[in-house]
């Protein structure tokens, strides 16, 4: 059973750094595609950021490219999302996903992590 648990979200001032973990279990980490969502109140779950299994490939949503950055650890099972110069329209919960092996399709995710919430003051 696949497990992702998201952790690093909190209350941040605008301008402002964060860093998301996701710790993922339950599957070979460093077959997959792994990728972050967001979703804001009243909103759609949207996507942020995809990385591909080696971490060579990487795709952002354009709101955040040049502010964001998806990375990954396969050592550690672990794939990361450093947020910078953070506005309050960034606030949302953040879900982590991985993708079905082989997909080019940035929604074709299989599971999904718990959500970290991200709240980021003005």
């Known amino acids: 059973q696949v497990q992702l648990v998201e952790s690093g979200g909190g209350l941040v001032q605008a301008g402002g750094p964060m860093r998301l973990s996701c710790a993922a279990s339950?599957?070979?980490?460093?077959?997959?595609?792994m990728g972050w969502f967001r979703q804001a109140p009243g909103k759609g779950r949207d996507f942020v950021a995809r990385?591909?299994?080696?971490?060579?490939?990487?795709y952002y949503t354009d709101s955040v490219k040049g502010r964001f950055t998806i990375s990954r650890d396969n050592a550690k099972n672990t794939v990361y999302l450093q947020m910078n110069s953070l506005k309050p329209e960034d606030t949302a919960v953040y879900y982590c996903a991985v993708y079905r092996s082989g997909t080019v399709n940035n929604q074709d995710v299989t599971d999904w992590g718990q959500g970290t919430q991200v709240t980021v003051s003005s």
């Open positions: 339950g599957l070979d980490f460093r077959n997959y595609a």
């Open positions: 990385i591909s299994w080696s971490g060579v490939r990487k």
